[in-house]
Nanobody
């Protein structure tokens, strides 16, 4: 099985910064796209940013210029550097990864999710 473990959330004042990390572990062959999503209270989960194994990135318009996604393929880890945080960024942030798993006979791609890390932006 595959586990995604996030860390780095917390309480920060408006204008502050946080860095989230998500490490994948377990039994798998490779990881393609990794990403961050968030869900604010009473709202649906939304895309924040994604990054492919080759380093191509995609951002939600609301975070462009403030957030930066990166990854360390050797460590199976994805990061989200969040700067100029605002109260509207308050949410639970979830890590996602497209993982090739299975056995020597049958391999398949499957999305996995982390348990979420809470980010609160408040003065």
């Amino acid at each position: 099985q595959v586990q995604l473990v996030e860390s780095g959330g917390g309480l920060v004042q408006p204008g502050g910064s946080l860095r989230l990390s998500c490490a994948a572990s377990g039994s798998f062959f490779s990881i393609d796209t990794m990403g961050w999503y968030r869900q604010a209270p009473g709202k649906e989960r939304e895309l924040v940013a994604t990054i492919t194994s080759g380093g191509s990135t995609n951002y939600a318009d609301s975070v462009k210029g403030r957030f930066t996604i990166s990854r360390d393929n050797a460590k199976n880890t994805v990061y989200l550097q969040m700067n100029s945080l605002q109260p509207v960024d308050t949410a639970v942030y979830y890590c996602n990864a497209d993982v090739k798993t299975g056995d020597t006979v049958y391999r398949y791609w499957k999305p996995f999710w982390g348990q979420g890390t809470e980010v609160t932006v408040s003065s």
